[in-house]
């Protein structure tokens, strides 16, 4: 594959940024096979973001000829107190983790970091010294990546956690780090970082995070761009927020049902967006099913025609969630199959 059709691999929905793309196309030209990473903390069960944003990128980089790696972050969770901090439970979700991206992602490598960290030589003297170099200041501005704020009452191994990140940069040997827009300050940190100890220089891939499905706040527009994405992304934290990887027929339909959908509104509309980065680059179409007196069947393959049919109101949002619900539940068929058999043991453990 040449080097001009891996990057256009690299660059579709829903990528966001990269920082930067000619450092990216020179590493192409040089490297026939760079590594990618992209973390993720184990704190509740996987909603789509996670798999069909993040998990659709690794596939598109796979394609590239790229050889990508999710790390497990486990020991990251206990840093961030996540399920409690609950070492049993965390091996235990993490056992999930790694049988749903192998099913979504069978050509990444799975890692978790407890296994990398005591494979690794000089991981922890390595820590120590990006440590360091880092301020508290610094590091207090990347509270944002962790879903924290400097507001809330941290503990030090919250600070920890991006000098963690920049690390497994390193052990992991990648090039290519990769995470949701939310995750930008840790990587322009390590990419500074590990350039100025001359350990490893590496180009952050940041794709567009799946927006909550509640009305989004109000955000004064002199907010950094990273709190602005933080403040409107799908959380597992936020109710009504999300849906599950796992989510049933029927609760996709009332997750969708109840979405924030206002008529004629574009902007930021978490159901346009689905349909914009998750429905049309996998399915490849959006087909509405319509009475004939509420215009007939109709089938959207851009986003620009759907978005401009629902702006000028030619597409009602009840016949757009009808749509996208549908849509919504056979991409996800095949790993609510997969996994149906778990859902029920996975979702006790998390209530617990």
């Known amino acids: 594959m040449d080097v001009e059709t891996k990057l256009e691999l690299i660059k579709s929905e829903p990528l966001e940024e990269i920082i ?3 450092e990216l196309k020179e590493l192409l030209e040089t490297n026939s096979k760079p590594k990618h990473y992209i973390g993720l903390e184990i704190s509740g069960m996987p909603h789509i973001g996670h798999i069909l944003f993040g998990g659709k990128k690794m596939n598109d980089f796979a394609k590239a000829g790229i050889e990508t790696q999710v790390l497990l972050a486990d020991w990251h969770t206990m840093a961030n107190n996540k399920l409690g901090g609950d070492w049993e439970k965390i091996k235990k979700v993490s056992r999930f983790y790694r049988e749903l991206f192998n099913f ?19 991981y922890w003297e390595t820590l120590i010294q990006i440590a360091r170099r880092t301020t508290i200041a610094r590091a207090t501005r990347m ?24 690390a497994d940069i390193w052990a992991l040997d990648a090039d290519l780090p990769h995470a949701g827009m939310d995750q930008r300050r840790v990587h ?32 004064d527009a002199n907010t950094p761009k990273e709190e602005q994405v933080a403040a409107l992304k799908m959380s597992k934290s936020k ?34 967006l689905l349909n914009k980065y998750v429905v049309l680059p996998i399915q490849g179409n959006l087909q509405v099913e319509r009475k004939r007196e509420h215009g007939g069947d109709v089938s959207y393959t851009s986003y620009e025609e759907l978005a401009r049919d629902y702006q000028a109101k030619k597409l009602h949002p009840v016949d757009l969630k009808a749509a996208t ?19 029920a043991e996975i979702l006790n453990m998390l209530a617990s």
């Open 20 to 22: 930067t793309e000619p």
């Open 104 to 122: 979504f992602c069978p050509k990444t490598k799975v890692v978790l970091g407890s296994d990398l960290y005591p494979e690794t030589k000089d």
């Open 143 to 166: 509270l944002v990546i962790e879903g924290r704020s400097e507001k809330e009452t941290l503990h030090v191994s919250q600070y920890i956690y991006p000098i963690m990140q920049t």
């Open 188 to 219: 322009v940190f390590a990419k500074e970082m590990l350039r100025e100890m001359k350990l490893k220089k590496v180009v952050p891939l940041h794709h567009h995070l799946m927006p909550s499905l509640v009305e989004p706040p109000q955000i």
């Open 239 to 272: 109710p009504g927020s999300f849906i599950s990887i796992l989510s049933t027929e029927k609760e996709v339909h009332d997750a969708l049902n109840k979405a924030w959908c206002p008529e004629a509104v574009v902007d930021n509309n978490p159901v346009l």
């Open 325 to 343: 619900a549908s849509s919504m539940v056979r991409i996800m068929e095949p790993m609510v199959s997969k996994f149906s058999g778990q859902r």
